[in-house]
């Protein structure tokens, strides 16, 4: 699990496809001995193993799932990703839950300045936009913020120049694609409560069948 606070971008050294899967190499300034392998490491929001580690870079296998449903695949050498190790029991919580399981795939419709602050508007499925609500939490390249506005088709978020400097966001331009995790809280809460909506109602036995007794 993660939080969505950046620990450190770091630079793609190379990208090698393996027929449906690949090898992801990324330079970072990441504590590598305080990194073993098999930990995992959150390259743009998705949760990924560490299968070697050298001086100053850390390789991953991914699947063919990730690279067909993240944006992990498109990346190249010298693009910039956004870096985070996972949590330890004990860390403080100081952005929002962040699984590491992307989504879908956003992409950014307008990007404006606003005394400092930047604007971001992006689309995605309708399926997923659901699953965002104003002043909710959502994790964009793994990077968690408060959602602004929410439409059938997209939503808004305002970046504070912090964020914006210390992530890859500000490389950012209208048309990229980004990977979006939404809030796991709603997943839950649709799951659990969808054999009432088809109209199996609520009883002892819908209470017990979904764990609440």
Same mark, same amino acid.
């Given at each position: ?62 699947? /063919?799932?990730?690279? =067909?449903? @993240? %944006?992990?695949?498109? !990346?190249?050498? $010298?693009?910039? *990703? &956004? #870096? +985070? ?75 504070? /120049?912090?964020?914006? =400097?210390? @992530? %890859?966001?500000?490389? !950012?331009?209208? $048309?990229?694609? *980004? &990977? #979006? +995790? ?32």
């Amino acid at each position: 699990m993660f939080t969505g606070l950046i620990e450190t971008t770091g630079r793609i050294t190379t990208c090698e496809r393996r027929g449906a899967a690949a090898v992801l190499t990324v330079a970072t300034t990441l504590p590598i001995s305080e990194i073993s392998i098999g930990d995992s490491v959150s390259v743009n929001g998705a949760c990924l193993t560490v299968t070697a580690k050298r001086d100053a870079a850390l390789t991953f296998d991914v699947s /063919p799932e990730s690279l =067909t449903s @993240t %944006t992990i695949g498109s !990346l190249r050498n $010298g693009h910039s *990703v &956004n #870096l +985070e190790r996972a949590m330890r029991l004990g860390d403080r919580m100081g952005g929002h839950i962040v699984t590491g399981h992307i989504d879908c795939i956003g992409k950014l419709a307008s990007m404006n300045e606003i005394s400092g602050n930047h604007v971001l508007e992006f689309s995605l499925p309708r399926e997923h936009a659901r699953y965002l609500i104003a002043k909710g939490s959502v994790a964009i390249n793994g990077v968690s913020l408060t959602v602004n506005s929410v439409r059938d088709e997209g939503f808004s978020v305002n970046i504070i /120049p912090h964020t914006f =400097t210390n @992530t %890859t966001l500000e490389e !950012l331009k209208t $048309g990229d694609l *980004v &990977n #979006l +995790e939404t809030d796991i809280i709603g997943k839950y809460v649709e799951r659990l409560t969808s054999p009432w909506k088809s109209g199996g109602g609520l009883s002892m036995k819908a209470l017990a069948e979904n764990g609440f007794i």
